[in-house]
């Protein structure tokens, strides 16, 4: 159940002939484009009657009424059960998941779609609460769009293990990318450091000043219109893989924002970059062994890789 605030107030002197937006962001303290959902939605009225438009002029004097519903922590994570998350792994101090396409490890600013964090506390599973709110238990992450393997930490111990064998990179993280052409040489390493993009804050490119990164490729499969790739970072960087290879121009296939051909993308059916994270191995936090969870290619990126075998 939404929470509303109702408020009600008289338009002083001083705002005679202003606009109901400005109006309401000064008496109020919300902002304009706020103020203006507030009219868009009938959530404001003047002396009793509502009002037509954000632009409308009021007069000093005459009564506001103003509902303002509480607005949702963009940060808060939502208990529900999403569809196609699988539990490869469970014991008292980790869970290992298979994590679809267009799933967030956790909530942030501006993304309201379905997390895992979200689904593990509606599937009624118990994580440990280290880290900050929105993330806790959360030991390393996958973009929205890619797929794959990974783990989360149930107990204290385990996120504290886990954390320190991802910062000195003793977890094997390996991933399998369709890039566009022929890497040369057929196998690799890129170290090329990473920073956020100049001219797009949503998107990350090699710079001079960015941070320390370091990508290890081999060529499983060489075909007409693209490569099969083995990737085992080094470090982990936000967008790492597909930087480095969109720097070496060879983007995955399908990734549209790092340069990647569109008419290809179409011809095998994605609308995803080509990148799925296919095998984790570490140290059990509790137990000491090496243990490797591993994750299929889901059905998208199963189809684009046979279309691309198949085409001659």
């Known amino acids: 159940m939404s929470i509303v605030d109702h408020r009600t107030l008289i338009v002083p002197d001083s705002l005679e002939g202003e606009r109901i937006d400005v109006v309401l962001a000064q008496l109020f303290g919300v902002s304009r484009t706020r103020a203006a959902e507030l009219v868009a939605d009938g959530r404001v009225s003047v002396d009793g009657a509502p009002v037509g438009g954000k632009s409308d002029r009021v007069l000093a004097g005459v009564t506001l009424d103003v509902e303002i519903p509480a607005q949702a922590d963009p ?27 267009g799933v967030a490890v956790h909530p942030s600013p501006g993304w309201r779609g379905p997390t895992v964090v979200g689904h593990l506390a509606g599937a009624g599973f118990r ?7 929105e993330r806790e238990g959360i030991v390393q992450r996958l973009d929205v769009g890619t797929s794959g393997v990974m783990v989360i930490a149930k107990s204290e111990h385990a996120y504290s293990v886990l954390k320190n064998a991802f910062r000195r990179r003793t977890v094997d993280k390996t991933y399998h990318a369709l890039v566009q052409g022929h890497p040369d040489p057929l196998e690799g390493t890129i170290d090329a450091p990473i920073g956020r993009h100049p001219k797009y804050d949503y998107k990350f490119a090699v710079m001079d000043d960015g941070r320390h990164s370091v990508t290890h490729y081999e060529t499983l499969e060489a075909h007409r219109f693209a490569s099969l790739l083995e990737v085992h970072l080094e470090t982990g960087r936000t967008h790492q893989i597909r930087v480095h290879m969109s720097a070496l121009k060879h983007p995955c296939v399908g990734d549209i924002t790092y340069g990647a051909d569109p008419v290809l993308a179409r011809r095998v059916g994605l609308q995803r970059q080509w990148l799925h994270a296919v095998k984790l191995g570490f140290e059990h936090p509790e137990t000491g062994d090496y243990v490797t969870y591993e994750s299929t290619y889901p059905g998208d990126l199963a189809h684009a890789l046979d279309v691309i075998r198949d085409a001659h």
């Not at 940060?75 to 396409?101: F, Q, S």
């Not at 994580?127 to 709110?133: F, L």
């Open 127 to 133: 994580i440990s609460t280290s880290g900050a709110k």
């Open 75 to 101: 940060l808060e994570v939502v208990p529900e059960i999403v569809e196609g998350i699988k539990i490869i792994h469970d014991d008292d101090a980790i869970v290992v998941i298979d994590k679809p396409v």
